[in-house]
């Protein structure tokens, strides 16, 4: 079951790619009518993403360390994000376990509130362990000075949807903030079909990207967020 999800989330393409989308007839208040395997989308209790009060954390001891390489790999346009993959990318350590990333996505606006707020844009870096559980590590976007990764990425985006173009190296780390301060939690896929049992881990500190960045990847991903979802009995840890 995890390698199938696992394959989701991983893919070009998804085999729900066209049933499932953003707008009023498909979007995040409908897809739980749309498949039955959607199911999750609606009743599931540790859905994500969420708004993270900083009033309402406890304190982790959890380390995070971030090891994140060089690579170039695939960009791929699937028609819900542009989405790119990697081998061999580095990774993460969290509660002393190692986590491979296996691809990162964008969305616009920002799916993860804090203190009740929206960010422009959100970046989702999907990690994996050598048991195929997932770790989301998100990152926020806010308009500021020009950011050169993006400008790589961009120059590559295909606007056609299922196109896919070979990428030159990239350095991951510098889609990072300096500060690696995060909140984390239990969540979900933000996407159909919602399958719970994923390690979120949203960093504290923003990115800057510039304007004309942040309109020219809106202008492909349009508005691709889903809404924060409860949070019920959930906690929150926060590390500084």
Partial sequence: MKKFFLSLVCSV????????????????????????????????????SINIESNKTTESRNELHLLHGTNSKDIVNNGHTIMLQFNEAGGLVYQNKKYNLVQLHF????????????????????????????????VLFQKGQN????????????????????MDMIYISQLLPKNHGYYAFGGSLTTPP???????????????????????????????????????????????
Avoid at 13 to 35: E, F, I, R, V
């Fill in 194 to 240: 919602c399958e719970e049992g994923v390690q979120w881990i949203v960093l504290k500190e923003s990115v800057e990207a510039s304007q004309y960045q942040l309109d020219a990847l809106h202008a492909i991903l349009k508005d691709n967020a889903r809404g924060v979802q409860p949070l019920n009995d959930r906690v929150i840890l926060s590390a500084p």
């Fill in 13 to 48: 393409g998804s085999m729900y790619a066209a049933q499932w989308g953003y707008d009023k007839h498909n979007g995040p208040d409908t897809w739980a009518k749309l498949d039955s395997k959607f199911k999750l989308c609606n009743i599931g209790m540790k859905q994500s």
């Fill in 107 to 138: 969305h616009t606006p920002s799916e993860t509130q804090i203190e009740g707020k929206f960010y422009p844009m959100e970046m989702h870096m999907v990690h994996k362990d050598s048991e195929d559980n997932l770790l989301v590590l998100a």
């Fill in 147 to 166: 950011n050169a990764v993006l400008n790589n990425i961009l120059s590559y985006a295909p606007m056609d949807i299922g196109k896919v173009y070979q």
